[in-house]
Nanobody, 124 residues
Framework: VQLQASGGGLVQAGGSLRLSCAASGSSFSISTMGWYRQAPGKQRELVAS???????KYVDSVKDRFIISRDNAKNTVYLQMNSLKPEDTAVYYC???????????????????WGEGTQVTVSS
């Protein structure tokens, strides 16, 4: 599967952006999808994930601000980012992976397929 992320840009703190990740190939419909981000000098971190059935999961720092969704008919996953903060500044990547269950919750397993990334810059 090939992934193409878009929608990044420059926004003031408190603003919103909507990222999109378009996938080609048949694997999208059987993949759990994840959004990652990598800020300069930091490791890439998982921000949000969503299962095939639409169950979302978020890192604590973006809960109640970001919303992940997917449209399986369009092979697209979205990340709606609201109340953006300067610390959200990073390159955002989408990933096609899978998930496993543990203690009543799932955790994301990244796959080998990554989009090129889209830059999000939040000014203070």
């Amino acid at each position: 599967v090939q992934l193409q992320a878009s929608g990044g840009g420059l926004v003031q703190a408190g603003g919103s952006l909507r990222l999109s990740c378009a996938a080609s190939g048949s694997s999208f419909s059987i993949s759990t999808m994840g959004w990652y981000r990598q800020a300069p000098g930091k490791q890439r971190e998982l921000v949000a994930s969503i299962t095939i059935g639409g169950s979302p999961k978020y890192v604590d720092s973006v809960k109640d601000r970001f919303i992940i969704s997917r449209d399986n008919a369009k092979n697209t996953v979205y990340l709606q980012m609201n109340s953006l903060k300067p610390e959200d500044t990073a390159v955002y990547y989408c990933n096609a992976g899978s998930h496993a269950w543990r203690s009543g919750s799932y955790y994301y397993l990244p796959g080998d397929y990554w989009g090129e990334g889209t830059q999000v810059t939040v000014s203070s």
